[in-house]
Nanobody, 120 residues
Framework: VQLQASGGGLVQPGGSLRLSCAASGSIFRVNVMGWYRQAPGKQRELVTTITSGGGANYVGSVKGRFTISRDDAKNTVYLQMNSLKPEDTAVYYC???????????????WGQGTLVTVSS
């Protein structure tokens, strides 16, 4: 299974970006999908997750500004980022917890990362 992330770039403070991440390969079911980020010199942190039922969780620093969504027909997860701040600058990674069959154990896959830079 491969995850292909896209949508990063340079944006001014207060601006918006939308990230996408599509999963492809041998997939029976995708359960939890999420976005993590790693800023320069810092550890990777969880930003947000969304369950197969649509339930979402966010780290406090992005609540009210970021929105995660998913399209199960396309095995794709999105991250709408509004009111971006310089401290949101990081490489953003998508993650998917999936199964290859109904009897398969949960597996995890990561995207390659997409750079988001918030700067004037």
């Amino acid at each position: 299974v491969q995850l292909q992330a896209s949508g990063g770039g340079l944006v001014q403070p207060g601006g918006s970006l939308r990230l996408s991440c599509a999963a492809s390969g041998s997939i029976f079911r995708v359960n939890v999908m999420g976005w993590y980020r790693q800023a320069p010199g810092k550890q990777r942190e969880l930003v947000t997750t969304i369950t197969s039922g649509g339930g979402a969780n966010y780290v406090g620093s992005v609540k009210g500004r970021f929105t995660i969504s998913r399209d199960d027909a396309k095995n794709t997860v999105y991250l709408q980022m509004n009111s971006l701040k310089p401290e949101d600058t990081a490489v953003y990674y998508c993650n998917a917890q999936y199964q290859r069959a109904s009897y398969d154990y949960p597996r995890s896959a990561w995207g390659q990362g997409t750079l988001v830079t918030v700067s004037s």
